[in-house]
């Protein structure tokens, strides 16, 4: 399996992007997908989740009502549009993949099996 995210780049406080991750793989359409992000000195920490179907969500509170996951199972997808974005969104974004067979959503990185390398997302004010 290997995933590989783009969409990141830098955009002023307010504005908008949207993240993909293409998956590589037969276990994709059966698998709860996963997005986190680093900040600049910080940990890695959770953002959205989608189960496989794409019928249950889940966000972290910081990103709530402004950022969306969502998926494409027959393409391999995911994407994550983010909108309305601050100078705190500002991080290096993963997507993941946990595995075949995974129901519901996931916000834990140890619960996750595949990860992408990240793509940046700059956020100035």
């Known amino acids: 399996v290997q995933l590989q995210a783009s969409g990141g780049g830098s955009v002023q406080a307010g504005g908008s992007l949207r993240l993909t991750c293409k998956y590589s793989g037969s276990t994709f359409s059966s698998s709860a997908v996963g997005w986190f992000r680093r900040a600049p000195g910080e940990e890695r920490e959770f953002v959205a989740s989608?189960?496989?179907?794409?019928?249950?969500?889940e966000y972290a509170e910081s990103v709530k009502g402004r950022f969306t996951i969502s998926r494409d199972n027959g393409d391999s997808t995911s994407y994550l549009q983010m909108n309305s974005l601050k100078p705190e969104d500002t991080a290096l974004y993963y997507c993941?993949?946990?595995?075949?067979?995974?129901?519901?959503?996931?916000?834990?990185?140890?619960?996750?099996?595949?990860w992408g390398p990240g793509t940046l997302v700059t956020v100035s004010s």
């Open positions: 989608i189960s496989w179907s794409g019928s249950v969500t």
């Open positions: 993941a993949l946990r595995g075949p067979r995974s129901s519901g959503t996931y916000n834990r990185e140890s619960q996750y099996n595949y």
